[in-house]
């Protein structure tokens, strides 16, 4: 129990910070419940409780991508190595070392904390009128 | 560095922070239509078309044996809107001046968002259909008295549900129009704007750039609008007294459902 998602005085972390840090909180929590469903599913026979272990590991991973998603839409860095990576077809180590190198150089990558493409981040308006 | 050359523009961090707030604040008012349509992306820069999921036969096939067919896209389109702005107002304003003069930005935001209302509602010629010219409904007059709008409006919700096209609903204002419903109250007393809002259980948004109004589903997968590259802001080029940038956006806009909007004229 306590703050343990903290690796430096919360008190001398930024909000920003903490934020950024509960959400890392909460991509590893979804990840772990992720394996341990695979597990879970992986020895249970009965076929009813595979379907509800199923479904309740699909909401994991939605859970999982939501908090990736957040954490790479403010972090541009982050965000680019991961364009390099995630859904890209090849060896997923060179897309990895590519990616890393493409960020490293520090190519468009803009101050954390600002949209990644530069936009003005105006998005969809529904529900705004 | 990405294409909006941004880095290259003699601006420091606190002045791009200043015109893309200020550029928010200016657009998303008038953005009207994005209140009313299904909005996907921004897929990004490269994005340069949006898949149908249609084809179309060719006349031949490289050999004999086979047949063929090619998928059929829609290509983005992009709006730019220019503007200059003084530097040394963009000086002042890093040294704390609450009063720069954006101006030449705020009449720029105004531009493209009126040229995205127009391309959504009324159609861009040769480039995209527009909600008005696919809708498969009679155009219904507003009549010239907003007292009297509840009437039109209540026609074409009603266009609606005979067509089998759930709510909510949502009305795009034009100018104009817009201005009338807000000033007026009905007999007895009661605002329009409200009256409008009950008959649509939606939003009534004002969309510069439409003429008359149009009643639109807000169920959902009946306007697609696929942002390639969100409104940005980008440089062009400058000299010792003015900054020369732009606004910017691609996109492609699609009705899937004709039978999902009724169009009011002025």
Redesign the interface.
């Known amino acids: 129990m306590g703050f343990d998602q903290y690796h430096e005085p919360p008190e001398e972390l930024s909000a920003a910070t903490r934020t950024f840090a509960r959400l890392c909180a909460s991509l590893t929590e979804e990840a772990e419940a992720i394996g341990w469903y695979q597990q879970r599913l992986a020895v249970e026979s009965d076929p009813e409780a595979v379907a509800v272990m199923r479904d309740a590991q699909g909401e994991e991973f939605k859970h999982f991508c939501m908090d990736l998603e957040l954490l790479l839409r403010r972090t541009p860095s982050w965000r680019e190595v991961a364009e390099g990576i995630l859904f890209q077809p090849g060896d997923v180590v060179e897309n990895g070392e590519q990616a890393e190198a493409g960020a490293l150089d520090g190519a468009g990558a803009g101050a954390d904390g600002a949209y990644a493409d530069s936009s003005l981040g105006i998005g969809s308006l529904r529900g705004a009128a | 560095?990405?294409h909006?050359l941004?880095e290259k523009a003699p601006l420091s961090?606190a002045g791009w922070q200043l015109l893309?707030d200020e550029?928010?604040e200016r657009?998303?008012p008038a953005?009207?239509a994005?209140?009313?349509v299904?909005?996907s992306?921004?897929h990004?820069?490269e994005h340069s078309a949006s898949s149908l999921g249609r084809v179309k036969k060719l006349p031949g096939a490289p050999t004999e044996a086979v047949t063929g067919l090619q998928r059929e896209v829609m290509p983005l389109v992009e709006l730019r809107a220019d503007f200059a702005l003084s530097r040394e107002e963009l000086r002042d304003a890093d040294r704390g001046a609450p009063d720069a003069d954006l101006g030449p930005l705020d009449e720029a935001a105004g531009e493209i968002a009126m040229a995205e209302n127009i391309a959504v509602f009324s159609g861009w010629a040769g480039a995209l259909p527009g909600i008005a010219e696919r809708s498969a409904h009679e155009p219904v007059p507003l009549g010239p008295s907003a007292d009297a709008y509840p009437r039109p409006v209540a026609s074409g919700v009603e266009k609606l549900l005979c067509a089998g096209v759930s709510g909510p609903y949502?009305l795009a204002l034009g100018r104009e129009q817009y201005r009338r419903v807000v000033e007026t109250a009905e007999m007895g007393g009661y605002p329009v704007l409200e009256h409008l809002r009950e008959i649509l259980e939606g939003?009534?948004?004002w969309t510069p750039g439409i003429q008359g109004a149009v009643v639109v589903s807000?169920r959902g997968g009946d306007f697609l609008f696929e942002?390639g590259?969100?409104?940005?802001?980008g440089y062009d080029s400058h000299d010792a007294d003015v900054v020369r940038l732009y606004l910017q956006e691609s996109f492609s806009f699609r009705v899937a459902t004709p039978e999902a909007a009724v169009t009011l004229t002025p």
């Open positions: 560095m990405n909006l941004r961090d893309d550029a928010r657009l998303a953005l009207g994005r209140k009313l299904d909005f992306g921004p990004g820069w949502g939003p009534i948004v807000l942002s590259q969100d409104l940005s802001i």
